[in-house]
């Protein structure tokens, strides 16, 4: 018996590892990585995930809006490159954190959350632009 033990663990280390999957998520940043991600990467989208009312009142300059209740079930056309780094952000983090649920549901790759404009220590700006 005392033989067997050791192969014994090995063989439920094994399974156990063969068991675990890893699921897709997005990525949690605090709001200096976000400004540091920014200064450091090209090619991505600002995503704010705010109303169109709020957007326009104030966002980050190049943002695109699409307001999380409008994630759903289908293709975003605004966001076409399911692997392209997409930073998103609402007024306090609590949407931005259920529309990055939802994207990446949708298959959505490289998703980071980091918070909410009210913590934005950048430039902003008004409008639709």
């Known amino acids: 018996m005392r033989r067997f033990l050791p192969v014994l663990m090995v063989l439920l280390l094994i399974s156990g590892c063969g068991a675990q999957t890893a699921e897709n998520t997005y990525r949690q940043v605090t709001m200096a990585e976000?400004?540091?991600m920014?200064?450091?990467e090209t090619g991505y989208i600002i995503?704010?995930?705010r109303t169109a009312e709020e957007y326009r009142e104030k966002h980050i300059p190049g943002a695109v809006n699409?307001?999380?209740e409008a994630?759903?079930?289908e293709d975003i056309p605004e966001l076409p490159d399911k692997d392209q780094l997409i930073l998103v952000y609402?007024?306090?983090g609590n949407?931005?954190?259920q529309a990055s649920e939802k994207l990446v549901k949708l298959g959505y790759t490289r998703i980071v959350e980091f918070g909410g404009i009210n913590s934005?220590?950048?430039e902003t700006v008004s409008g639709d632009t």
Do not use: E, H, Q, Y
């Open 34 to 36: 976000a400004v540091s």
């Open 38 to 40: 920014m200064a450091k």
């Open 47 to 49: 995503l704010d995930v």
């Open 66 to 68: 699409i307001a999380n």
């Open 71 to 73: 994630i759903g079930t």
């Open 90 to 92: 609402c007024r306090s």
């Open 95 to 97: 949407r931005s954190k």
């Open 120 to 122: 934005w220590p950048g």
